[in-house]
């Protein structure tokens, strides 16, 4: 359904139809419904955001576009940010995707979280196609987040600074960075981002995380050390991809007050819960509970600063690509209509 421009086309017009629809029967059917409080309106109840990534070629869909300025308050870009896209040559800096959908935040009043700026995926080709020594490597980091932190000053609220840093077993991830600079590489890019802009959140970002176990108990450990060491770091968000065949996550709740008892933000930062296809009434429902109980361990715990879906369609997103079989993560489908999920995060957040 994905692949061809022409099931693509009939998706659009299947959603405009039923963005047609909805819109005749809120003229038509009862008032409520057309001035029922978005997503955000009912998360800043609680004083939390709730937002959705988004992705630069998506925005000329405007049945998609009218729904994300709408319903959320925050936007993270999914890809626009990221070194590649951002410094294309060494020292040569393209702001033009990021730029892009920060504005379209500021027409939408929405915030925007910076993703991001250390990552091991996604990286240029000079950077990854030769060897580096410390000292070079060191000041071609230095360089990447000063630069991209001044720019987005003022922008942006919060910066996923280093993503995905440690393995499943707590152990450091063997990135170009970690091999070439150490662990202290973290501690560095917190500090170089902090100097470039004082005021913004620096946070530490990663997926498998969500509940207690070793690879959060590392961000733990790291958090803890970091936090006394007088390093710049503020919070720790869990991307909170899940998946139905795994469980979920039971101590999300605990995980998220521990980081909160060191003084820490957190955020669920991309999350999506996907399931083996063809979805059906049981695993939406199961989807749907899921997605209501993670909004409430969020509101649970007064650190958790917002939610933000990793884009709100299964239009748009990334799971059929990357995990065979498996979607309809996300809390609205292919059409742009609302599935139970949507219903639920209202019934959590209201
Ligand atoms: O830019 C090229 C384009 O020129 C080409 O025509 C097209 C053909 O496939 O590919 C485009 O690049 C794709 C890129 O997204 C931009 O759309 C890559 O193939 C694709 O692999 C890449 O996927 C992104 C993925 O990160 C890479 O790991 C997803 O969109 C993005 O949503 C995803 O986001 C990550 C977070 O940053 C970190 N946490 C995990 C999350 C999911 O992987």
Redesign the pocket.
């Known amino acids: 359904m994905r692949t061809t421009a022409r099931s693509r086309t009939r998706l659009r017009l299947a959603g405009a139809l039923a963005a047609v629809l909805v819109a005749a029967g809120a003229a038509t059917g009862p008032a409520a419904a057309a001035e029922d409080p978005t997503l955000a309106d009912l998360a800043q109840r609680h004083g939390r955001y709730f937002g959705s ?1 988004t ?1 630069n ?1 998506e925005l000329t869909d405007t049945a998609y576009t009218e729904i994300l300025g709408h319903e959320f308050d925050q936007i993270t870009p ?2 626009g940010m ?1 070194w590649y896209a951002t410094e294309p040559q060494q020292g040569v800096f393209d702001w033009s995707a990021g730029d892009e959908i920060v504005e379209l935040a500021r027409t939408n009043r929405q915030k925007v979280r910076g ?2 700026l250390v ?1 091991h ?2 990286l240029p080709g000079w950077l990854t196609g030769r060897e580096w020594t410390a000292d070079e490597l060191r000041a071609v980091l230095k360089n990447h987040i000063q630069a991209e932190v001044r720019h987005y000053r003022g922008k942006v609220f919060a910066w996923d600074v280093v ?2 840093a440690f393995n499943e077993d707590g152990t450091y991830r063997e990135t170009v960075f970690y091999k070439t600079l150490g662990p202290g590489y973290i501690a560095d890019a917190l500090r170089w981002a902090h100097q470039a802009d004082p005021r913004v959140k620096l946070y530490l ?1 990663d ?1 498998n995380i969500e509940g207690v176990g070793p690879k959060s108990d590392a961000y733990y450990a790291l958090a803890r050390q970091l936090r006394a060491e007088g390093v710049p770091l503020h919070g720790i968000g869990l ?1 909170a ?1 899940l998946a139905l065949q795994y469980g979920y996550p039971d101590t999300l709740r605990e995980n998220l007050g521990r980081f909160a008892r060191l003084g820490l933000d957190t955020a669920l930062t ?1 999350v999506d819960i996907r399931m083996y296809l063809p979805a059906d009434e049981t695993k939406l429902a199961t989807q749907a509970d899921w997605y209501r109980r993670l909004t409430e361990d969020c509101l649970a715990v007064r650190r958790c600063a917002g939610i933000t879906l ?2 709100y369609t299964d239009r748009y997103s ?1 799971i059929p ?2 995990f065979e079989g498996e979607g309809a993560a996300l809390p609205w489908d292919e059409d742009l209509v609302p599935k139970p999920a949507y219903h639920a995060i209202r019934e959590a957040l209201g």
Request: glycine share 4%; proline share 4%; no cysteine.
């Open positions: 990534a992705d070629p999914g890809n990221k993703h991001t990552w995926s996604q993503n995905e970002n997926y991307q991809h991309e990793w884009d990334w690509a990357f």
